[in-house]
Structures are given as structure tokens and as C-alpha cells.
């Protein structure tokens, strides 16, 4: 396997790039493994890496239908932060963002973490209200935040439109300074190879077609390249976590929608941090090549696809130049649609299922790129122990039943409201 260092650097450049060596293998199935995990995506890639790396179970296959870096790993817009409120996921985004911070050391691998803050905008009392009840909510829970008032945003990002024809004033923001963004396709080849160093099989171009069950148990994954036995199985297939789970006759709490994202044309440096709008869902950063990367709301239809429309774009662009009205000359490169697994408190779901080895990871909503190692840590924990981690005990699928909901917004079961 490749390894990465600046001797390999100078020696391949002076080979012309021509003899480095593959970053993980390409392996075939085997006939059965301890665990099988449904999903090469950042969750499913973190997960096998914590499982071999963490609690020594290393017979574990990854099975990806496609390649990866191909599904939501690599459709998002690449935002890191931890800033809610409620205490469930609070302490558990928490810990992902302690991962992300040592996560390039850990994997040997640049994942470009980019701590650059992340700032929400302010525009009514009303919502300073709740930014400092939302800020002293995670000082209580050891999670860094500042409540800024007008001046103070306008210093730290002054292209913002703070002119008086504004039509959504800025009245301040709530910033979490250790936020920021990371290279998504980088995490997914990080941890790939982390976890292929650890003997994990990862098997591309696998996609799974049905189970073989004996009683409350599945005994094996029926998959495009054969059949393979599992003692354990794990869903992180993020918004096809609905459809998979009904070939195993389960109905689900998440409904599956699509989140577009934009990338302009490559700008010098222009916007130094991460800034969401708070008169609507609106979202904005520079990536390390120039272009602004920017993402809004849901499409309010249930759907798989992985592709966009015209209203969303319109109205993303509206919301663009309230925030920030230079960029109305600037040109669009591309942009891309994700299926989210939206739940219906707006918070993940980490835990067992009514299947006996069979695990859930899903539900993500808008935090699945942010969770990648937290999720992948406590999903790790819950298979190998068949118990949650205290972080995700919480999150647990039963408590749909128990009537104890984590919804941070507060407007019960309607996705896009989350």
C-alpha cells in the first residue's frame, strides 16, 4: 500500500507521478465475515475503521454499490461543527469534532480539516434570543460558542449586506470559532485506506439485492457478486436506508428527500469562514481552490434521485445575494444533489433493530458529513458490544416509541422543518 511522506513525494515526482502504489486493495469477497457493513460511504468507511482499529474485529467487509467518494460522502458541502443545544446531540457531535481534529494525524492522510468558525446570522431579537440560549446551552456542555453583536460580525465578515436597504438586517450571530470544513472525498479515501491497512475488505461495484434470514436473524447479504454470510450487519446507506430496510419488512421513521449544493467559479480569497443566513436556509464557504461552495433547502418531495431543479437553484440564488450582494456577477461551476435520510425529530438514528444483528445507522438529516467519525466511533461501539455507546443511547430507534424525541427545532414531525 501507498505510504505517504515527503520522501515518497519527491521520490514519485521525479518518476513522474508514474509508480505509486494503490491506496487500498481490491479485494474479492469471501464467503462470510464477521461483520458485514452495508455502505462505503464516510459513516460505513469510519465504522469498519473503528471496529478493527478500536475493538480488534477485522473480518469486516464494507460493500459500496458503486465507488467511493460516489454518494453523499462526496454531495455536501463539507461543513464540521457541533453547535446544538439539546444534550443528546450536543455531547455526541462533540466528540465528532474532537475526532476531526486529530483525524489527518490518525489516518496519515490530509483530510484538510480547516478549522475556520462557523457563524449563524441574526436578523431579529427574537433570534438573539435563542443564539444565547443556544450558546449557553453548549458552554454548559463544554462546547465552545460566542454570542457576537452587529459590529463584531461586520469585522470578522464584511462583505455581508449590513447597508440600511438590507431586506434582512443583521442584528449579530452565534459563532462556534473550532467549526469549519473538510475535503469530503478526502475522508472517504483516508479512512478507506485506514481501514484496509486494518484488513478490512472493501468491495466496490457490490450492490446488495436481498438477505437470507433464519428466524429473527439474517444469516447472509445476497449482493450483485454472490452471496456472503454475515454474523453481524450494519445500514449506513444514509438516504437508501428506507428502501433497504423494506426488503427486510421494516418501516422506518426517515423519509428520503434531496439537498442541492453549489460550487461558483474559482475566486482569491474572499470568505474566510463558514456563515449560514439566518432569514433563510442558506449556507456559504470558500473551498481551498476558490470557489464559494454554497447549499439551501430541502425539495419538499419524497425522492432518490440524485439531481436537482430549477426552483431550488432560484430560490438559493436569492438568498445568495441578500447575504452577500457582490457575488451577483459571479458565475456557477455545478451543482449537485444528496439524498438525506430525513427523521422525524430532525436527529439521527445509532442503534439496534427489531432484527437481531442487525444495526441502524441513519437519519442523518443535515449532519451527516459533520457526524463522519463520531458516528463511525459509537456505531463501531453498538455492533461490537450489541449495546449503544453512552453517546448514542440517546439516539437509539426505540425512542420514536417512548415518546422521548431529541428535536432541536422544536416543530415535531415535519422533515423539512428540521
Known sequence: MAEYSVFSLVRNALTGH??????????????SYDVV?????????????????VHGIRNVAVLEKGWLGGGNTGRNTTIVRSNYMLDDNSHFYEKSLQLWEQLSHELNFNVMFSQRGVLNLAHSDGQMDRFARRGNSMRLNGVDAELLDRNQVKKMVPHLDF????????????????????RHDAVAWGLARGA???GVDIIQNCEVTGFKRSGNRIEAVETSRG?????????????????LASRLGLKLPIESHVLQAFVSEPLKPFFDHVVTFGAEHFYLSQSDKGGLVFGGDLDMYNSYAQRGNLPTIDHVMRAGL???PSISRLRLLRHWGGVMDMSMDGSPIIGKSPIDNLYLNCGWCYGGFKATPGSGWVFAHTIAEDAPHPLNAGLRLDRFERGHLIDEEATGAVPGKH
Open 227 to 243: 452471496t456472503i454470510g454475515c454474523g453481524k450487519i450494519g445500514f449506513a446507506v444514509a438516504g437508501n436506508t428506507g428502501y
Open 18 to 31: 508514474k509508480n505509486w502504489q494503490r491506496a487500498w486493495r481490491d479485494p474479492e469477497p469471501k464467503p
Open 196 to 198: 484496509d491497512r486494518l
Open 37 to 53: 457493513i452495508v455502505g462505503g460511504g464516510g459513516h460505513g468507511l469510519a465504522t469498519a475503521f473503528y471496529l478493527a482499529k
Open 322 to 324: 441578500a447575504m452577500v
Open 163 to 182: 447597508s440600511e436597504e438590507a431586506r434582512f438586517p443583521i442584528y449579530g450571530g452565534l459563532l462556534q470559532p473550532r467549526g469549519g470544513t473538510a
